[in-house]
């Protein structure tokens, strides 16, 4: 079955310290990836995908995820953690139509100065 | 230009009402989604279009009727919904390569 778990349900850090979000995933096939970030009351703003090809991806808002095929893991990392970043954070993993995504139940960053 | 408009932001209607809830996109995605997030939830699909074409309804009671007018639109109808269908409706398009965008979601609450 597909599933995406994300072990972390609440992560504190200080601004300015660096920042990584795990995320495991179990899909059938060479999955299609996505970070997925949500401010309260908001939609979803994509933060990064990944599809093939290499396998640390940039996204937006100086994000990175390094996609890792023996662990099943796609994690999320940002060196400097900035206020603003206090979010809500999914990752998901995708079928081949990509818009069906799958969910990790999320995890929610709290950042203190 | 990456933007799924959604309209209303708001919404609050009684049991007996009917409700549409409006989604429009301009950036040539020919599929379009709904989705159904409860507080503190991930979101969970409900329907899914394809070239204008319902491809996917992932179980959802008849009280909830989509719609896709065009390419551009889709539309979600409501009609003697429950108190517990309260949540925010987001809507996505997406393309190959390309992932799934999302609008800012309807917040509806039934009273």
């Known amino acids: 079955a597909q599933s995406v778990t994300q072990p972390d349900i609440h992560i504190t850090v200080s601004e300015g310290a660096s920042l990584e979000l795990r995320c495991n995933y179990s899909?059938?096939?060479?999955?299609?990836l996505f970070w997925y970030v949500q401010s309260p009351g908001q939609g979803l703003q994509l933060l990064l995908k990944?599809?093939?090809?290499?396998?640390l991806v940039q996204g937006i808002k100086g994000f990175e995820a390094e996609f890792k095929r023996s662990q099943s893991s796609f994690n999320l990392r940002k060196p400097s953690v900035h206020w603003s970043d206090a979010a809500e954070y999914f990752c998901?993993?995708?079928?081949?139509?990509?818009?069906?995504?799958?969910f990790g139940q999320g995890t929610e960053l709290s950042v203190k100065p | 230009d990456t933007e799924v408009t959604q309209t209303p932001k708001h919404l609050v209607m009684g049991m007996t009402n009917k409700k549409s809830l409006k989604c429009e996109q301009h950036?040539?995605?020919?599929?379009m989604y709904w989705y159904k997030q409860k507080a503190k939830k991930p979101p969970e699909l409900m329907f899914v279009y394809s070239y204008e074409k319902l491809s996917i309804n992932e179980s959802v009671p008849s009280r909830f009727s989509p719609e896709c007018p065009n390419s551009s639109l889709l539309n979600l109808h409501l009609h003697a919904l429950q108190p517990e269908d309260s949540a925010l409706y987001l809507c996505?398009?997406?393309?190959?390569?390309?992932?799934?965008?999302f609008g800012q979601g309807t917040r509806l609450t039934v009273v």
């Open positions: 998901a993993v995708g079928a081949p139509e990509r818009g069906k995504l799958i």
């Open positions: 990944y599809f093939s090809g290499d396998t």
């Open positions: 950036m040539g995605h020919r599929a």
């Open positions: 899909y059938g096939a060479t999955p299609y």
């Open positions: 996505a398009s997406s393309q190959e390569d390309r992932g799934a965008f």
